[in-house]
């Protein structure tokens, strides 16, 4: 039966994924099952969208309560769930406004749009150059596509929209040489997700705080893969002792209700006014309800402290790991947002956890990518290298032959 639902999507669904050769049907917790009952460890989490792990009891009764009273009415009213859902954010974050849309790409879009108009509004036409980072991701439409720091998304989209200009990650020299007349905005993830688990400098980061702050130059954080608690914090730049200007959010935002949102300062903000921008499903009631419900879980829960303690465990597990086998090159990540650069080919690594029940997915080739759900517990990591252990072990014995 599986088969079959497998060829009928091949032959129905374009084909922009590459997927694993099981259908889901059910999750709880940190797992998975397939339509034929098998069961799976799911440390991929939807892509650190599944933060508090599957069918939450939060938000499907948040979600459930909101349905039998509004699905959806539009932003020509005003919306009790959604002003409740731009509280939590702004009374646990750096900013006092919010817009809400539907994706990363979508929150990437409008921080782009902000950050042009308000420059526009101060400065007037020509200043609307965004640095961004080698090796970023930003998202698949063509504004952030242009944004993303990597070839390989682009290639046949061509020609991309002006005004990036990509510098190294973590260079503190190339921020300084590009930030010139014309920049407008800064826009940099503080761990390159898509990118191989590139983790920013502390240094790094308050510095491009400081010279972002010089130039007037806004300082946007992409925290759409690290938001949510994923890193041990509620957004990632608090481990940085910083405070951005803007932070772009979807993701674990709804726990898998599909949403998004910026959240900024209100002297940045202010610069979206009546019909500069929109969106039609931004901040519904339904996805409001998913974002209240997901926040007051995390804080309910004590799930920040929880995912700062698993996430120590984690790193002691992986630091083993790395002594141990030689396979293991590089060990990289913050919380539960974990990297482990191994030498050969991380999808076929990927494919031998999956065999043994073990979700994980692999970026850039070879860097195996970790991202368990914040209620993750000791016996589940202690399954994931048990697992890992039989994998590198099986790795280990061909090292001679991995290039
Ligand atoms: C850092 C970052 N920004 C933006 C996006 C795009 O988000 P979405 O797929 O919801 O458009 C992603 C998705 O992986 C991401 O990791």
């Avoid at 990632?236 to 772009?248: K, S």
């Avoid at 202010?270 to 974002?291: K, M, R, W, Y």
């Avoid at 914040?374 to 039989?390: C, Q």
């Amino acid at each position: 039966m599986q088969d079959e639902v497998i060829l009928k999507a091949k032959n129905l669904i374009a084909n922009t994924y590459k997927r694993f050769p099981i259908v889901v049907t059910r999750g709880e917790g940190c797992w998975l099952w397939d339509l034929n009952g098998r069961r799976y460890l799911d440390f991929i989490c939807g892509i650190a969208v599944c933060n508090l792990g599957h069918t939450n009891r939060n938000v499907v009764n948040g979600i459930i309560a909101q349905l039998e009273k509004l699905t959806h009415a539009s932003n020509l009213f005003y919306n009790e769930t959604q002003v409740k859902a731009a509280e939590i954010l702004i009374q646990n974050s750096f900013g006092n406004k919010v817009f809400f849309c539907n994706s990363g790409a979508e929150a990437n879009e409008a921080a782009i749009k902000l950050a042009r108009r308000y420059s526009y509004k101060k400065y007037g036409m020509g200043r609307f150059y965004i640095l961004t980072m080698e090796n970023s991701f930003h998202g698949r439409t063509i504004a952030t596509l242009s944004a993303t720091g990597q070839k390989k998304f682009k290639e046949g989209f061509e020609p991309m929209l002006d005004g990036f200009i990509h510098v190294p990650f973590n260079s503190k020299e190339a921020i300084e040489a590009k930030i010139k007349d014309g920049v407008c905005a800064v826009l940099v993830e503080l761990i390159q997700g898509e990118g191989g688990i590139n983790v920013a400098d502390y240094e790094y980061v308050k510095f491009l705080r400081e010279i972002t702050e010089a130039n007037d130059v806004i300082l946007i954080i992409d925290e759409v893969q690290t938001g949510l608690g994923r890193t041990g914090k509620l957004f990632a730049y608090e481990n940085y002792g910083i405070e951005p200007d803007v932070i772009t959010l979807a993701k674990a935002l709804g726990n898998g209700f599909p949403c998004g949102a910026i959240v900024g300062k209100d002297k940045y903000m202010e610069a979206f006014d009546v019909g500069s921008h929109a969106s039609t499903f931004g901040g519904n009631p339904l996805a409001s309800s998913a974002i209240l419900a997901t926040l007051n879980t995390i804080f309910d829960e004590g799930l920040l402290p929880r995912a700062q303690k698993m996430g120590e465990y984690i790193y002691q597990g992986l630091m083993k790991l790395k002594e141990k086998f030689s396979v293991v090159k590089d060990i990289r990540g913050m919380g539960l947002m974990w990297g482990i650069e191994v030498k050969g080919d991380g999808e076929e690594m990927v494919h031998d956890f999956f065999e043994e029940g073990i979700l994980i997915n692999c970026t850039r080739g070879n860097v195996l990518r970790i991202l368990p759900p914040l209620i993750v517990k000791e016996e589940e990591v202690d399954l994931f290298f048990e697992t890992a252990e039989r994998v590198f072990g099986k790795y280990e014995s061909r090292i001679g032959e991995i290039k």
